[in-house]
């Protein structure tokens, strides 16, 4: 396997665990699609890091 095909699929991959991690959490359709399109890795840094917090120290991103 090549190197680009394996960036695609790890991108892709993130991209979705952090879709279904937003969904779990109840997020809205729309929101799902522009953060996962927008910045995949990113998006599933941001649902690791809410889903590893103690319940206690969660709190949602403001909207920017």
Known sequence: MNMKRFVFLATLAAGVTAAYLMQKR?????????????????????????????????SLPSAT
Not at 28 to 47: D, F, Y
Request: glycine fraction near 6%; charged fraction near 20%.
């Open 26 to 58: 109840g997020e809205s359709l729309l929101t799902i699609v522009k953060k996962t399109v927008s910045n995949p890795l990113g998006a599933l840094a941001e649902e690791l890091r809410l889903a590893l917090l103690p319940a206690s120290q969660r």
